[in-house]
């Protein structure tokens, strides 16, 4: 509590929106915001140089988070995404609790699950429903209690994929032994509950994997990535909240930081953004 008493007085002035993740996967979350809300600012975070989150302890992912919130308080974000399935399922509900009243009772902390979560209701028919994730987001169950929260009627099979983080991160997801692990876990999901209709990719990494995701998953059943629901419940919020809208500047324009070395970072983002960034590194306390 010691630390939390001795906070740093951040800035009242209006900011960037901040984007979080553990590593380069949430570039996919920050490619759909950008697209439908070009006209703001953007700090996007990655703490590459401790990834993975999905296999770490609850309470370490909820103090890597927490640095990672307060470095972006520090550069002005009023309000920041945590485009981080791990982040959002183990350390959202405790910095917006625990966290943001100290730090600043007027910033926003938003995470990811939810706002996909409440896209699927008019997705589904058979009201089965499938999540394919990091093993560390199907433990922690927060889809499946988010989902029942909103569609109690819906059954709710989660399946980790832990080698497919690696293979987008090792350049690997459209080699030809990819498929393996691609169709391997589809098919422990559908073998469960052959009545999923709605897949969720519950990992923001994910995406990059959609060729091959979209080879093995039957016709007719959805496949619902997280980057267009996230950026359109952001859409959504600020609408609703223009006293936060204020605090958010607007001059299209985006700075990176990664805890890696920033060459690393910006060879393997082009792998997301399609083009080359300028990146800077930072350390998180």
Known sequence: MTS?????????????????????GGLTIYNEIKRLLPQYDYIYLGDNA??????????????????????????????VILACNTASAKALRSIQQLDIPQLDPNR????????TVES???????????????EGTIKSLSYPLEIRKLFPDIEVTGEAC??????????????DGADFFVKRH???????DSKIDTIIL??????????????YVPEGVNVLTQGSAVAASLKDYLHRHPEMDLLCTKGGTTRFFTTEADGKFGNQASLFLQQQIEVETVTLV
């Open 186 to 192: 589809i098919d422990n999901l559908l073998a469960r």
């Open 108 to 115: 926003r902390v938003l995470g990811i699950i939810r706002p």
């Open 202 to 215: 519950g990992c923001t990494h994910y995406p990059i994997l959609m060729d091959k995701i979209r080879k």
């Open 50 to 79: 401790r990834t993975p989150y999905g296999t770490r302890s609850f309470n370490v992912v909820y103090e890597f988070t927490r640095q990672a919130v307060r470095h972006l308080f520090a550069q002005g974000c009023q309000l």
């Open 162 to 175: 832990p080698i497919w983080v690696p293979l987008v991160e090792t350049n690997e997801f459209a080699s």
């Open 120 to 134: 699927i209701g008019e997705l589904t028919k058979s009201r089965h429903v499938g999540v394919l994730a990091t």
């Open 4 to 24: 939390m008493q001795n906070i740093v007085q951040f800035s009242k002035e209006a900011g960037p929106i901040g984007i979080f993740d553990s590593g380069y």
